[in-house]
């Protein structure tokens, strides 16, 4: 942090500073641009450690003839560094300032399966057939807090280290109260920096002290609370303390991000958890400044998965389970309540809408296994004319094409309904042998539907 030097403080070298660590990650993001996709399923396999996926990789996918991975908002992950414990601050390494107290060099690469003290991440997870109830031995774990002025733990998890904390909150009265609760140049305070660095007992002392004087939820020059650095940061452990001590559930950054677009983003279901453990004051339909739910962003995330999978096949096990992570998103926020039937509010598309445009067959199959009672009219919305059906029919080349359309005429998809060209379903099919195929298909669904709707009308 940027605070003027007196004679007695000499920090032995600069503060990263939020910034800093931000500028870090991007100089080690690579872009790639694969070929067209085969077909790929996120079928169980062990999980691993995942390589992270940013918004910027755009992928060739045989299908849609547009993407919609770029309606995804810029996020950008911290990287924390490995942790410096209180203990190496003595006399001959004081803490002169606030730098010294998180002075590390910025060396590991992150990992959204970082391992942190007390934490036990999942060692297995499965989704069979992409049922809601997906279980997650990880998140059936509870948490466990140290909170002020107690001395012993409530039952949550894994709980903080008593000794160090009370090494961290004797540092934080050490500290002049403008360092302690201040903010540099970037509006970076002392949590945010220790949250991005996963430093827990450091965060949880900070905490404390923010909160006395009412600058918990301080934004940084990019509008993230101390919450919001650590749910990118993938630090489940400082989102629940951070939310015992009254963090705002639903802070928002400069893009209108919530804790909850961030963690289905990235695909971190032991945030998501942290946060949704936070309920009822969370808001589930939240939107963005693009209109978007978290619902809409964990689709058009786990899309984005799915499309880098499609280019290496089933080999790439890093990939299938960052996309069973990702899934597991989705189901959580439907089973929390999250609707389903929500429109984003640019071109109104649901998620439905969302997963069919980019051909996520296993997104598809989730979603039409949900049990609605009004499954028909769900199948049936329009996103400015245009119905599902006509979007799986404008998957030209997609090797999902002819399977996702079954399945949605199979859920009540009506073949007659026409877009706002006057276009039916079949008129958007391509040319060729598979297209004639494909509008037999339709017509044959159409002419049943008609001669149902005959039947019904007699007997009335």
């Excluded at 500290?175 to 949590?191: N, S, W």
């Excluded at 301080?218 to 400082?238: C, D, S, Y």
């Excluded at 309540?337 to 998620?351: D, L, M, R």
Aim: charged share 20%; aromatic share 4%.
């Amino acid at each position: 942090m940027h605070f003027d030097k007196t004679p007695k403080e000499k920090p032995c070298c600069t503060l990263p500073t939020v910034k800093k660590l931000l500028e870090e990650k991007r100089r080690r993001e690579t872009s790639s641009v694969p070929p067209s996709c085969s077909t790929a399923t996120t079928s169980p396999v062990p999980l691993a450690t995942v390589t992270q996926l940013t918004p910027s990789e755009q992928f060739a996918c045989t299908g849609a003839s547009s993407s919609y991975s770029e309606m995804a908002v810029s996020y950008e992950p911290w990287n924390p560094a490995p942790e410096t414990p209180l203990s190496y601050y003595t006399s001959s390494h004081p803490v002169p300032r606030v730098a010294a107290a998180y002075n590390l060099p910025v060396t590991s690469e992150y990992g959204t399966q970082q391992q942190l003290p007390g934490f036990i991440p999942s060692t297995s997870q499965t989704f069979q057939d992409c049922q809601m109830t997906a279980t997650d031995p990880s998140l059936a774990s509870s948490w466990s807090l140290l909170c002020p002025g107690q001395t012993t733990a409530v039952t949550f998890g894994s709980s903080l280290d008593a000794a160090r904390l009370e090494e961290a909150r004797m540092l934080l009265r050490g500290m002049d109260y403008g360092r302690a609760t201040g903010q540099d140049e970037d509006g970076d305070t002392i949590l945010h920096i220790y949250t991005a660095k996963g430093l827990r007992e450091c965060a949880f002392a900070a905490a404390e002290r923010l909160r006395e004087v009412g600058g918990l939820d301080a934004k940084e020059h990019k509008g993230k609370t101390a919450l919001l650095v650590a749910v990118t940061a993938n630090q489940p452990e400082i989102v629940q303390d951070l939310l015992s001590l009254g963090a705002d559930i639903n802070a928002s950054d400069v893009n209108g991000q919530t804790a909850l677009h961030l963690a289905v983003h990235y695909g971190f279901p032991g945030v998501l958890q942290a946060t949704l453990s936070s309920r009822p004051d969370v808001n589930l339909e939240a939107r963005n400044f693009d209109g978007m739910t978290p619902l809409h962003c964990a689709v058009i995330s786990h899309s984005v998965t799915m499309k880098a999978l499609c280019t290496t096949g089933m080999a790439d096990v890093n990939l299938q389970s960052k996309a069973a992570e990702k899934l597991s998103c989705v189901q959580k926020l439907l089973k929390e309540g999250a609707f389903v039937c929500s429109q984003e509010i640019k071109s109104n598309k649901t998620a439905l809408h969302l997963a069919v445009k980019e051909g996520n067959i296993d997104l598809v199959r989730y979603l039409l296994r949900i049990p609605l009672q009004n499954m028909k009219d769900f199948v049936n919305m329009k996103a400015h004319g245009h119905t599902a059906l006509h979007m799986a029919a404008g998957l030209h080349g997609n090797p999902h094409q002819e399977e996702i359309l079954r399945l949605l005429l199979s859920k009540g998809a009506d073949p007659s309904i026409r877009n706002l060209e006057n276009d039916q379903p079949a008129h958007l099919l391509q040319s060729g042998v598979q297209g004639e195929q494909l509008k037999m298909i339709l017509k044959k669904r159409g002419a049943t539907s008609r001669r149902r709707n005959v039947s019904l009308q007699d007997q009335e």
